[in-house]
């Protein structure tokens, strides 16, 4: 049962075009009090379920090296990536079409 208003928790964004072989650009980002209790992991499940019936082949995203709890989010999907590094950034990238559907939700 909920008390109060609706809050904002997290969000999470992704762009790719439907019908698209290609990638997919994605962020999460939830509320500094809430980090370490699902929510990323839930929007992100729901992202990867979403790029997958737009057709979307791969993932990208970018962080910054000091960001552990995307990483431990990362690391918590339990999905294939590969890492690379350039102007100060991660970045990652996840092929969806190796990722097994238990992953997406």
């Known amino acids: ?21 290609g990638f997919g650009e994605v ?13 990323g992991l839930i929007l992100a499940r729901q992202l990867i ?12 995203a970018d962080m910054l090296p000091s960001n552990g709890t995307a ?12 890492v690379s590094f350039a102007l100060g950034l991660i970045h990652l990238a996840i092929p969806l079409a190796a990722a097994s559907p238990e992953d997406a939700g």
């Open 49 to 60: 379920a979403i790029a997958r019936a737009r057709g979307v082949a791969e993932l990208h």
């Open 27 to 39: 962020a999460v980002l939830v509320r500094d009090d809430l980090q370490g209790h699902g929510v």
């Open 71 to 82: 990483l431990r989010l990362l690391r918590r999907l339990g999905v294939p990536y590969s």
């Open 1 to 21: 049962q909920f008390v109060g208003a609706p809050e904002v928790v997290g969000v999470a964004e992704l762009t790719a075009e439907a019908g698209t072989t």
